[in-house]
């Protein structure tokens, strides 16, 4: 019986040895975790790149500009990605993400553009293996100039176990065929509990360029949360995004704004292209009533057509798979929208679509 006993005791003690080492390397991962998060100071110039000798834009000519979420090239049709109930973590294979980003450089070319908006655009990500996908675009654009900031960098996540999605860094891009002056980073309020683990560093930017009448086209790129939980935090980036235009706008520049805004754009758009709806942050109708005078929602699409800009991503895509409107344009009241549509590319190379819009500055 003592022989018994003894053996016991040393299972037991096996066990809590496991245990206890176990609880000490999760308590050293969320320590690191925590020690390693940390925000962007507000009012940081973005990251410029200059090759454009086209120092000034004239005012007689029709542009054209893009806003593309490019899901950091792992958004193939069946994708499915763990955050949002599906199972992947990274994409398939180093190739398959190149793949992907090289597709959605040649759909945005395609449409001849004179600045491109991108968000979700990786530099050194687990997920993306480690592909720095801001300059596989601008390879791609040899007189172009660039506005980059960071939107998204964090510790190694080691989740899922078998596959982890790893460190990543990412950010927002704005490529322009003019000179871009000036690209400063606003730091966007996140969520202050937990939650900000996983919303980490939203930002916009705004990127600054001379007209030859002495004013300025002001070019604001935007990426707003998508897991904020409580809702006033997306109304406070808003607030912070529309002061930003309106001042511009009120000293007499233009103004032009693109991104994803993770919310329902057009505010039917769910109803529209579903049969059901999803209760989630990123699908609640957009907040028209904080729309300032002097600036313009662009929800009325040349085409006719209720076109989707994103899917959810927990199943792959097919007929059941939900969508909505999320990425769109406004200008100030001095720019002339004459196009504007969201491009259908059956979520070829991303959870998101491109909208282009084509203005004159008045």
Not at 35 to 59: C, F, G, H, W
Not at 187 to 193: C, K, M, T
Request: charged fraction near 20%.
């Amino acid at each position: 019986m003592k022989k018994n006993w003894s053996v016991v005791k040393k299972i037991l003690l096996g066990a809590g040895i496991a245990v206890g080492a176990v609880i000490a390397i999760v308590g050293l991962y969320l320590a690191y975790v925590f020690i390693t998060y940390n925000r962007i100071d507000d009012n940081q110039p973005a990251q410029l790149e200059n090759k454009s000798l086209q120092k000034v834009l004239p005012l007689n000519k029709t542009y054209t500009i893009i806003s593309q979420n490019m899901g950091f090239g792992a958004y193939i049709p069946d994708f499915t990605f763990f955050m949002d109930g599906g199972k992947e973590s990274r994409g398939r294979s180093k190739e398959a993400v190149k793949a992907a980003i090289d597709l959605g450089i040649k759909t945005m070319l395609s449409y001849n553009p004179d600045f491109i908006f991108c968000q979700e655009v990786d530099t050194s990500s687990t997920r993306s293996f480690h592909i720095n996908q801001v300059k596989q675009i601008y390879d791609e654009l040899p007189s172009w100039d660039s506005a980059y900031a960071v939107n998204y960098h964090s510790a190694y996540l080691m989740y899922p176990v078998l596959r982890p999605h790893g460190a990543s860094n990412s950010g927002i891009v704005t490529y322009s065929k003019y000179a871009i002056e000036e690209a400063v980073r606003r730091r966007l309020e996140i969520s202050n509990g937990f939650s900000k683990l996983v919303d980490l560093d939203r930002c916009y930017t705004w990127s600054r360029l001379k007209v030859e009448n002495g004013r300025d086209l002001v070019l604001f790129n935007v990426h707003l949360s998508a897991y904020a939980v409580d809702a006033n935090i997306k109304n406070n980036q808003l607030k912070k995004l529309f002061a930003d235009m309106k001042a511009e706008y009120d000293k007499g520049n233009y103004v032009v704004c693109g991104g994803d805004y993770n919310a329902d754009f057009t505010r039917t758009s769910v109803a529209a292209l579903n049969s059901y709806d999803k209760n989630m942050g990123w699908t609640q109708p957009f907040s028209d009533e904080l729309i300032p005078a002097g600036i313009k929602k662009c929800d009325v699409y040349s085409d006719g057509k209720v076109t989707p800009t994103a899917r959810d991503v927990d199943i792959p895509y097919g007929p059941d798979c939900f969508t909505l409107i999320v990425d769109g344009f406004f200008v100030s009241e001095n720019v002339d929208v004459e196009y504007l549509q969201n491009v259908d590319c059956g979520f070829a190379y991303s959870d998101h679509q491109p909208v282009v819009m084509k203005f004159r500055l008045r």
